[in-house]
């Protein structure tokens, strides 16, 4: 069984999310979404520290910036071939395009994190712009339906 995620704007299993003492309400599911994203950000840093103790301080942050890139060209890459592009023969899935969005995220949180964010300055940056995006839409949408 699933359940619609407001935040994540998707269908999320019920395997996903830890118990949860409140009924699956709206409230307790962007609950559950939070911490199990709480916890990935949390995870990456923990590996990272584990198998590179000094990436916070040896590691230019340009290479940093540069692993996002060729992650993200990677995710680009994978989605050009799975819709007829490229000339490459190798055998692309839909399961890859979530496994280099992986990648993307883990670099865009390692960068972040060396620029000294913190998963909670990054989730109140996230709030703050997408309440911009809803209310550019709500504009937008306002103005269309008073030419109508």
């Not at 584990?50 to 290479?63: A, D, G, N, S, V």
Request: with cysteine; net charge neutral.
């Amino acid at each position: 069984m699933s359940f619609f995620c407001v935040i994540a704007n998707s269908y999320i299993p019920d395997s996903c999310w830890e118990t949860c003492t409140r009924k699956k309400d709206e409230d307790c599911i962007i609950y559950r979404w939070k911490m199990a994203y709480k916890q990935s950000w949390s995870k990456i840093l923990d590996f990272e520290d584990q198998f590179y103790p000094k990436w916070r301080t040896h590691k230019p942050i340009l290479l940093f910036s540069t692993a996002l890139a060729g992650e993200l060209g990677e995710l680009c890459g994978t989605v050009t071939h799975l819709e007829g592009g490229g000339t490459n023969n190798s055998k692309y899935t839909r399961k890859m395009v979530l496994e280099e969005g992986v990648d993307t995220y883990i670099q865009l949180i390692l960068l972040l994190a060396r620029y000294g964010y913190n998963e909670t300055d990054f989730r109140c940056a996230f709030e703050e712009k997408f309440l911009e995006l809803l209310k550019r839409l709500e504009i937008k949408r306002t103005s269309l339906s008073t030419e109508t």
